[in-house]
């Protein structure tokens, strides 16, 4: 049995809660908050080692393996603790803020034999498995992929304001959302790479809708649709238009009416495999640097074009 402790108890932190309790490779030990009222709450309804800070829980002898539910801005220093300290790691998406940070923990995790694992919960969800993969020289007929990734992300995020501090969050839904759009992306096409981006930005200065334009390895058009205050709870669905002008529509929402209620499945394969690449020990080959890289490319496109504020 793998013993499992969480940094960050916010909103994220229930899928995995809950997943949790369906494990059989993978058992809580310790959580963590900087939250005292959330950590007496806690510790009210289960038996488990508490820490106040991200750092002990890192070093902490009773787990092996650590979840990274903190605030994008501090990915970097608990994801990077944790390796060296030989824990295995699952972090939120986005991994970390910047590509240099992302190659250093790439590093890290191999020099220290460990698993770094990003929870990209859309592969997972079950109508993706329906879609398949594009990534032949002739696409299969199709013409291109479009991606929707809506939501009110005040309702998501519910006290978890960070979501809504730039420095925090590392921008808006470019740099939030951007990350499970893209890495849905390369699921379905292979490698891609930006084409062109457009945004628009509150008064705040946070990009809250975004339309990203980009292009698979054979030239195939992938077009991702993000919005932060999208009115109607979500939108989250997969378009494969094809060259004879007909469309497949996949809804990731289909069957799950309550809003986020299909990360509660998601986030149970999330840790099914990382619980296979712990016991195995096996390369996670996965998107995490393209994704961070991308998020870049597209803030960078905006300010040279004048376009972010």
């Known amino acids: 049995m793998i013993r499992v402790g969480i940094a ?27 939250s005292e009222a ?41 994801c990077k603790l944790a ?58 007929g199709i013409a291109a992929v479009s991606i929707y990734y809506k939501e009110d992300i005040r ?27 893209f890495d849905l992306a390369m699921h379905i096409v292979g490698d891609i790479d930006l084409f062109a981006a457009s945004a628009e930005f509150d008064d705040c200065g946070i990009d809250i809708a975004a339309t990203i334009e980009l292009r698979s390895q054979t030239g195939l058009p992938v077009h991702i649709y993000l919005d932060w205050a999208y009115p109607n709870g979500e939108d989250k669905r997969i378009v494969l238009s094809n060259s004879d002008g007909t469309s497949r529509e996949v809804d990731l929402l289909n069957g799950f009416p309550k809003f986020k209620s299909s990360l509660y499945h998601e986030y149970v394969g999330i840790l099914e495999h990382f619980a296979h690449h712990v016991a195995n020990r096996s ?5 995490s640097a393209a994704c961070v890289r991308l998020v870049s490319k597209t803030y960078q496109q905006l300010s040279a074009s004048g376009i972010r504020n």
């Not at 220290?112 to 990209?120: D, G, M, V, Y």
């Open 8 to 34: 960050g108890l916010g909103v994220i932190s229930h899928y995995y809660l809950a997943a949790l309790t369906r494990s059989n490779s993978l058992r809580l030990t310790a959580v963590c908050d900087s």
């Open 38 to 78: 959330k950590l007496d709450g806690f510790g009210r309804r289960h038996e488990v080692e508490q820490f106040a800070d991200y750092t002990a829980l890192m070093r902490a002898e009773c787990v092996d393996a650590v979840i990274v539910n903190l605030p994008n801005n501090l990915h970097f220093d608990a």
């Open 83 to 140: 390796l060296a300290a030989s824990k295995h790691v699952c972090c939120e998406k986005p991994l970390v803020m910047g590509e240099l940070e992302s190659r250093r923990l790439i590093s890290l995790a191999v020099r220290h034999q460990r698993i770094l694992f990003t929870a990209f919960h859309r592969r997972y969800n079950r109508h993706v498995k329906d879609v398949g993969s594009l990534r032949t020289t002739d696409n299969g």
């Open 155 to 181: 309702q998501h995020a519910g006290n978890d304001s960070w979501y809504l501090d730039p420095a925090a969050c590392g921008g808006g839904c470019i740099a939030d959302n951007g990350p499970n759009a």
């Open 283 to 287: 390369t996670v080959n996965y998107s």
